[in-house]
């Protein structure tokens, strides 16, 4: 029985039994022997698409990965669908290549970003390297509205992108291979369309600390 769940979450990519793809790795984290963050890919022999996918990724944005190989879960790392990656005390859950690459520049810095994203993420962080709040959006997006209003509720700072009143922001838009709107980072940190408790903690998580190494 345990097996068979553990293929049925497999076979929905990643089910999001961590809803946002990311969680602090309290019950299993990744460090090399000089306590520097490294990367544990998990896959499974059945996991297909979604894992070659992640693999490939993989190889283009960091020197070494280690690979798990799982035939049920994972207790020691707490891992129950896949792919998972694991880097430092983070996480990233599924085939989304957008997570993962947000994930990987919080632990392992610009080193991790492809050219494209440096350039961009550059300008979602202060001369401290503190994360930004950024949105991409349009003038006539109900939930880009929504948004805006939020941040104002909360006296949020946060740069207003209209994507399509800017060359430079619809440069930066589809740099970031944006699919929908409104389109907010939080330094790394991706969130497409309006998710009111998700952005708000991470603005209260990564506000607060430089993170950046951009530079």
Avoid at 29 to 57: Q, W, Y
Avoid at 74 to 82: F, G, I, M, S
Wanted: with cysteine; aromatic share 8%.
């Amino acid at each position: 029985m345990k097996r068979i769940l553990f293929l049925a979450l497999i076979a929905g990519g990643a089910l999001y039994a961590y809803k946002s793809g990311r969680l602090s790795a309290g019950g299993g984290a990744a460090f090399d022997k000089d306590g520097k963050p490294a990367v544990m890919l998990f896959t499974s022999a059945e996991c297909g698409d979604h894992c070659d996918k992640i693999r490939n990724e993989l190889k283009k944005r960091v020197p070494t990965f280690q690979e798990v190989v799982l035939t049920e879960p994972d207790n020691k790392y707490r891992v129950d669908a896949l792919p998972t990656v694991i880097a430092g005390k983070q996480r990233s859950v599924g085939d989304d290549v957008h997570a993962l690459a947000g994930m990987l520049g919080e632990v392992l810095g610009k080193d991790a970003l492809t050219r494209r994203e440096r350039i961009v993420m550059a300008n979602h962080f202060d001369a401290q390297d503190k994360p930004r709040v950024v949105l991409y959006g349009t003038k006539w997006c109900g939930y880009c509205k929504a948004q805006r209003e939020l941040f104002e509720e909360k006296k949020i700072p946060f740069e207003d992108v209209d994507v399509e009143a800017s060359e430079a922001g619809a440069i930066a838009y589809n740099a970031l291979e944006g699919s929908g709107y409104p389109l907010t980072y939080v330094g790394y940190r991706r969130f497409g369309g309006y998710k009111e408790a998700e952005i708000l903690a991470a603005v209260d998580e990564l506000t607060k600390k430089p993170q950046a190494n951009l530079r």
